[in-house]
């Protein structure tokens, strides 16, 4: 017989298997719980905490991806303390990373009243576009590391495992080993990657080449992969 277990979230009454996280029980009572790194195809690992909750008005607010759902727990998914520590993950975020092109990270932060000018003198994580293959190009600096890429280029999905981080700290960023190029990479360019990038860092080079305003030439000729040459052996 499955274990099950009861708890309260923001009012609501709710019994769940024993091991559901907060954000499944949440979303079954259509609660809304915004999530960046989280993903219903790659593993949770409460990596961006846009998702935290109170429960029972602890210490520390709890990552509903990865917390489970504890008997007779009173969860509260959006109180002023909730609210204010969203907010703040979000504004840190615009502070150091190129959202544009990332319009629901955008609407979350309209809908937390985000200050975008609250830190003017962060430092920007700015990286060099990496265009080193036919299919799509890589701008880190769009990229917010919520590991989605890297999760389904391996046990994930793929099992390609052509993705991996480099860096620490600060300089942390989405990389090839040893940063070869993605052609030298067992990359086999399923576009898995691209499907759950939450941003513009990952996207097909046709799309990048619409958005340049490059020619329909130009756009086929970048999108073509060199001739190997012919070899030939001599006796």
């Not at 907010?87 to 200050?115: C, F, G, H, K, W």
Request: contains cysteine.
């Amino acid at each position: 017989m499955t274990k099950t277990v009861t708890l309260t979230i923001d009012g609501d009454s709710i019994t769940v298997p024993e091991g559901t996280t907060i954000l499944e029980a949440a979303r079954q009572l259509d609660k809304d719980v915004p999530v960046i790194c989280y993903h219903d195809a790659t593993t949770a690992n409460g990596l961006c905490r846009v998702c935290v909750v109170d429960v029972n008005n602890g210490r520390v607010l709890q990552p509903a991806c990865v917390a489970a759902c504890t008997d007779k727990a009173t969860v509260e998914t959006r109180n002023e303390r909730v609210e204010r520590s969203r907010r703040t993950i979000l504004e840190m975020l615009n502070s150091a990373v190129d959202l544009a092109e990332a319009p629901e990270i955008q609407d979350l932060m309209d809908d937390y009243s985000v200050d975008r000018e609250r830190f003017p003198d962060a430092k920007r994580r700015e990286h060099d576009l990496k265009d080193d293959n036919p299919f799509y190009v890589r701008d880190y600096s769009q990229c917010v590391l919520c590991w989605r890429c890297v999760q389904v280029c391996a046990e994930d999905a793929q099992y390609t495992f052509a993705l991996t981080l480099d860096g620490r700290g600060f300089e942390t960023h989405v990389s090839t080993a040893f940063d070869i190029a993605l052609t030298d990479s067992p990359c086999v360019f399923c576009g898995q990657c691209i499907g759950v990038c939450p941003t513009g860092a990952l996207k097909p080079k046709v799309e990048f080449g619409i958005q340049q305003g490059w020619s329909m030439e130009d756009i086929q000729r970048s999108t073509r992969r060199p001739r190997r040459k012919n070899i030939t052996i001599e006796d």
